[in-house]
């Protein structure tokens, strides 16, 4: 297990980049390599349950108004299907936009495994969230509301971030984007989206965890994560409506860039 310190970098850096749309996956799989940490899948499972906590505490209401949606609401299917409740059908667009990935998920489970530890892929990666962050400068706010086809359009490009160095938010939001929605608005689905996600892949991994983890550790990553996140989610938030998301762009074709050179050099694994 790594020490203190390197667990608080880990989670620091696990808090940013769950969120900002640079890919929190590819940069700890990085710096697992790095710092010569085996177990570093290991330790991203609690910092992972670090940064879901923070989504539900930053998005409570919503989350609570979609509970409160589901008891109460109804589906009246005449000539026409009509969802009494905005937040029913806001869980139904979440659940609709979840079946991509957990579809992906499965299909490629040994692909995206094996990709994670090549450099090369996590580089390719982040050079793809790089291209397509810079194309939602060139996208117009249309302030159209969710529908059944912009939620599904939304959960392909979050079925990309499987991979290493994809960002599932910035796949999200810029599917958004992209389609005219508000940026409020694609804020808020894109994290309401990312909590099965979240959720499914934490469940996942902690069946798959070998190497025991110090309690003290993984408190202090937990807590660092989720910090750290709450704080990460408000600053996109500003800069979502700021029309600055697209400058993420600059980073992620920044450090692809350098990742695939060291690659090409000999000085990262392949």
């Known amino acids: 297990m790594p020490g203190i310190v390197v667990v608080i970098i880990l989670a ?4 940013i980049t769950e969120f900002l749309p640079i890919s929190s996956s590819g940069h700890l799989a990085l710096l697992g390599q790095f710092f010569g940490i085996q177990e570093i ?5 609690y910092l992972h349950l670090g940064t879901l906590l923070s989504v539900i505490t930053v998005f409570y209401r919503p989350i609570a108004k979609m509970i409160r949606g589901v008891l109460k609401g109804r589906i009246i299917i005449d000539r026409r299907v009509k969802i009494t409740d ?3 059908r806001v869980f139904l667009l979440v659940v609709l936009g979840s079946i991509p990935a957990a579809v992906a998920g499965l299909l490629l489970k040994d692909a995206v495994e094996t990709s994670f530890g090549s450099a090369a892929v996590i580089g390719a990666g982040l050079i793809v969230t790089g291209v397509i962050l810079l194309a939602t400068r060139f996208a117009h706010n249309r302030e159209l509301p969710n529908n059944w086809r912009r939620a599904l359009v939304t959960g392909i490009f979050q079925a990309l971030a499987i ?4 960002s599932r938010s910035g796949m999200t939001i810029s599917a958004g984007l992209f389609q005219g929605m508000d940026p409020v608005e694609v804020f808020e689905f894109s994290f309401l989206l ?3 996600a979240m959720l499914g892949a934490n469940l996942m991994e902690f069946k798959n965890i070998t190497a025991s983890v110090d309690f003290a550790s993984m408190l202090v990553g937990v807590l660092v994560s989720y910090a750290v996140g709450v704080g990460a989610l408000f600053g ?3 800069l979502l409506i700021r029309k600055s998301f697209y400058l993420f762009s600059i980073y992620c074709l920044l450090v692809g860039l350098l990742v695939l050179l060291s690659t090409a050099t000999g000085l990262a694994g392949r």
Do not use: H, N, S, W
């Open 41 to 45: 899948f290991d330790l991203a499972v």
């Open 194 to 196: 990312a909590i099965p």
């Open 12 to 15: 620091i850096v696990q808090g």
């Open 86 to 88: 905005k937040y029913l």
């Open 236 to 238: 996109l938030k500003k």
């Open 163 to 166: 991979f290493p160095g994809i």
